[in-house]
């Protein structure tokens, strides 16, 4: 099946009694174990509505096994300390959502693992690299800057040293960008974004293969962060949509980011699609499409932030993204406001930075609060 028919059939649970056409939300946290083949309970990550999602899921990354989480937190978090142990070490790459660069710096000295930050080219990552690295942790488009890595060079570079390798792949949506199919290990997504698509969910994911996964289930039981059936009846409904959302924000955002550009108050637009992106030819090379999200750079000099900001009055100033309703965040306040100064400015996160998770509205309607906001 290819992607939309994935995204509307896939993983489908058809009771045997009823026939219905979704999967029935079994609410049990309790089941008979005398005759199962396993012990089921919402926290071994095996109860119907969980299994649903993930076959959907790993159908839509060609996965081979996935655990669904009750956060993007919480499935990063579960993954990494699946893998280090104390005294090893782990390469993220620098430009990542804040809460992922926090968890870094807030968490892994404690438990005595060593890390160290690279930007999302390969000089940087290869340098990097120590002999007690385990895992490099990367990001494309990254959170905010809409940074390109290489995902198959990254590959051939962990796989030459033995090291695990992780992507956060939230961004890019498994509609367009598959990373496993390029020999990458664990993708996780924050499916509080576009596979949620409606700003109303919280909820993570990791994929791989079925012998990763089986290294990741009994530390993730231990963790405890799974997803309940509600809300992963929700998600099976949200993702039947995916497709056809994504497609409509691809080509929204590269409307945006265009019409961005021949704006003078506005210095620099951030989006993979542009033909003037460093990331273009490597974007056009391992993502089918260039995604929803995009940052832009306001003229310091000539127009303050927050006012432009409280002008808008269609896009709303909020916090996430990938829902269906165009938002705008500033990362200094936000997703990475836990960075130090030096942290954001050695990224290139100013004051000044917008991001802009574009919705699917009629863009006309998205352009025209943009410009009269600026005005
Ligand atoms: C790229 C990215 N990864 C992970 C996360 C964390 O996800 P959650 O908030 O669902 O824990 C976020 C949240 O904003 C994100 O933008």
Redesign the pocket.
Known sequence: MRKDTQCVHSGTYVDPGTKGLNTPIYTSSSFEYMDAPENVYPRYFNIPNQKSIIDKLCALENAEDGLVFS??????STVLFSFLNSGDHIVLQRD??G??HHFATAEFDRFGIAYSFASGTMEEIERAVRDNTRIIYI?TP??PLLVITDIEAVVQLARSRNILTVI?N??ATPINQNPLDFGLDVV??????YIGGHSDI???AALASKALIARIKPSAANFGGSLNAMTCYLIERSLKTLGIRVEKQNRNALLMARHLQLKSLIRKVYYPGLEDHPGFDIARKQMKNFGGMLSFELDAAKIDPHRFLKNLKLITPA???GGVETIICAPVTT?HQKMTDAERAQLGITDSLLRLSVGIEDPDDIMADIDQALH
């Open positions: 956060s993007g937190m919480a499935a990063i990542i959502y809460g992922t990001e990254s959170n956060d939230t961004f996780t997504h924050s499916g509080t974004k919280c909820c993570g916090l996430s993204l997703s």
